[in-house]
């Protein structure tokens, strides 16, 4: 398949933990590859992230168009003798909501179920962290998961919409009402294995799905529907943007999933991503004896050192809440060979996709420039993009909400510079996607050895299942409070008026 080949996109370099403006005028006009519902900008009049920061602790100031950057790095990644330490927990900085008529009943049900699922979903977390399974070839975790599912009783469906790894799990009450939509992932990192925690993503996933079951059947009288899909292909792929074009979150009313990362102990995050697009260029030239006759090869290598050197420059003038990097890699490649194939990957990333879109271009004319420059024919492919994070400000505001009250996890606003195929899912439907700390070592965050380590212990178990039971409980928020969701709904509405007009 092709999108085999796309590029690495996950939510990689977690949590630099700087503060960089949103221009709520400057997110994506671009058109969904689905809905012409998908492209919007931030709602006037709604709460953007920014501004559920107190006044006089919001970290940018603005004078004109002069934006002011926050260079500092405030953050740790807690050692484990941090972890859990009530007086060193943020405050939130979001106001409290109204809570919900059935929340206090179903919250018990929800911490109940967990509890009870808590050692066999650690027994599936540690499964799936052992048999790591890279982008689109996640068959283990497809199998183990969908066994779990369907031994929960939930109906289940194996390679969904025609993705061998992708799956969904499904349980209906009653007639019509209301589909909260869940997503597990489930990739690891090729010779990294889960640098990326996406075992405990997986379990997160099931964790909410029968916790919300659990909630609704003490609730009989509620008509509603849960959909856990096993979205597949998240660090490179796209898997749900795929799931997205063949019609997988149709149904759903709004989507949750969460995401591990470095950072404070106990904390949480609502901010945004980058959006991201990846480019895969390949130059052709001519092979020859790079001893006998080096003046009848057209160096493809070559080619590629030029482009690297001129993305490198271009990286001085670039913004600095932007990003590019690559690889380079060949066939063949012999010293006394003119090499005649280069491949490279590149990944573009800007805080809008807008932005995203000009710097992108920036990038290509690097990639084409080399091509002139060495007479290599050049072949450049971009696949889908990745939005960035459009997080639902009601939905993340109950959430951090529930969180702080209910599970001592302190939410912040800040953003990512790395980038999820959810962006996506974001503009689609009202979405919501945390980032939550798990406990590793000092420059041992997402994409590095220490962070697989993490991903595979106890701490990191019980800050998932905490930010599950917090999840669990918006999801059913929205399943079963119709004021809520007419929030949710209308935050999301606007948003799309905003972005016509
Ligand atoms: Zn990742
Ligand atoms: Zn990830």
Known sequence: MDHLEVQPGCLSHFFSRKTRPRNPTSRSQTKSPLEDKSSRTVEKGSITTDELLPTDSKP????????????SCN?????????WIEAEQLPTYLPKTSPSTHASGASSIIDQALNQANQSLRALSLKIHGNPETTFHENYAHDTLTAYMEKCSFKVTRHYLGLSTAWKAEYSQGAGGRVIGINSEMDALPGLGHACGHNLIAISGVGIAIALRAALEAQP??????????????????????LLERGAYREMDACIMCHPSAGLPHSASIGSSNAMQSIEVEYFGHSA?????????????????????????????????????????????????IPDYAKMRWLARAPTSDELILFAKRVQNCLEAAALATGCRVNLK??????????????????????????????????????????????ALPALHPAFAIPTEPNGGNHTAAFAKAAGTEAAHAATIAITKSLALTGYRVLTDTHFFNRV?????????VAKS
Do not use: C
Request: zero cysteines; glycine letters at 8%.
């Open 221 to 242: 009288q509620i008509s509603a529907k849960i959909v856990l899909l096993g979205t597949p292909a998240e660090e490179s792929g796209g898997g749900k943007v795929i």
């Open 75 to 83: 953050f740790s990644y807690g050692s484990e003798d941090e972890w």
């Open 60 to 71: 940018l100031e603005k004078t004109d168009n002069i934006r002011y950057f926050n260079p």
């Open 489 to 497: 709904q209308a935050s999301f509405e606007q948003s799309k008026i």
């Open 382 to 427: 971009l696949e889908n993009a990745y939005f960035d994070l459009h997080q639902n400000p009601v939905l993340a505001q109950d959430f951090a909400d529930i969180a702080a009250s209910q599970y001592g996890i302190a939410t912040t606003t800040t953003s990512t510079s790395a980038s999820t195929d959810f962006g996506n899912i974001s503009y």
């Open 289 to 337: 004896h790079a001893g006998g006759a080096p003046w009848e090869g057209t160096n493809a290598l070559d080619a590629a050192f030029i482009a690297y050197s001129g993305i490198s420059m271009l990286r001085q003038q670039m913004k600095p809440d932007h990003r590019v990097h690559g690889v380079v890699e060949g066939r063949n490649w012999l010293p006394n060979v």
